[in-house]
């Protein structure tokens, strides 16, 4: 049975860095898609993008193209999603999931704080 | 993109109530629709996948239909658990997903 494991809430500043993990287990890391997930306080769920942890293959939705990157470790079976300058307006829970028919397996969420 | 439109937004109901959900997607999907059911503070859950599958462990109460570029969530009668926002999502190309429907007691 996969798990994932998200890191815990960040509180950050507008400029600053971020990268939040998720920890995969429980099956082969290397067959499965990994997803991103964002939902801003009050809101709908919106997918991100994924990656695919045997060659790193990483597809983005065209809404966060270029907001984010998502990497991957295989070494540690981790997925990784971050920002190189955040805004307020990433502040929301953020999800890693597993896209098999539909997303059957969810993180626990990582939420983000972005403020000034 | 393919867009998805889920309907309605807000949904009042009692125990026992027969529920029903729709969702509309932009162009046709066949199949590649799954439904979620969300509580506050919590992950989102997987319910139906394949327009019609229940997901393992998932009360027979729920059920879903439609394929093409229409479909339904039907919940035949509502648990005092079953008070949560559902979603429906497309995967026919990569994933979008509906706006969401809070179910909320009347």
């Known amino acids: 049975e996969v798990q994932l494991v998200q890191s815990g809430a960040e509180v950050k500043k507008p400029g600053e860095s971020l990268k939040i993990s998720c920890k995969a287990s429980g099956d082969n890391f290397n067959n499965y898609w990994i997803a991103w997930v964002r939902q801003m306080p009050g809101k709908g769920l919106e997918w991100m993008g994924i990656?695919?942890?045997?060659?790193?293959?990483?597809r983005y939705s065209p809404s966060f193209q270029g907001q984010v990157t998502i990497s991957v470790d295989k070494s540690t079976t981790t997925a990784y999603l971050q920002w190189s300058t955040l805004k307020t307006s990433d502040s929301a829970m953020y999800y890693c999931?597993?896209?098999?028919?539909?997303?059957?397996?969810w993180g626990q969420g990582t939420k983000v704080t972005v403020s000034s | 993109d393919i867009q998805v439109t889920q309907s309605p937004s807000t949904l009042s109901a009692s125990v026992g109530d027969r529920v029903t959900i729709t969702c509309r997607a932009s162009q046709h999907i066949s199949h590649w629709l799954a439904w979620y059911q969300q509580k506050p503070g919590r992950a989102p859950k997987l319910l139906i996948f394949?327009?019609?599958t229940l997901e393992s462990g998932v009360p027979s109460r729920f059920s879903g239909s439609g394929s093409g570029t229409e479909f339904t969530l039907t919940i035949t009668s509502l648990q005092p658990d079953d008070f949560a926002t559902y979603y429906c999502?497309?995967?026919?190309?990569?994933?979008?997903f509906g706006q969401g429907t809070k179910v909320e007691m009347k």
């Open positions: 999931a597993r896209p098999k028919d539909g997303f059957d397996v």
């Open positions: 990656v695919f942890p045997r060659d790193s293959d990483t």
């Open positions: 999502q497309q995967y026919d190309n990569f994933w979008t």
């Open positions: 394949k327009a019609t």
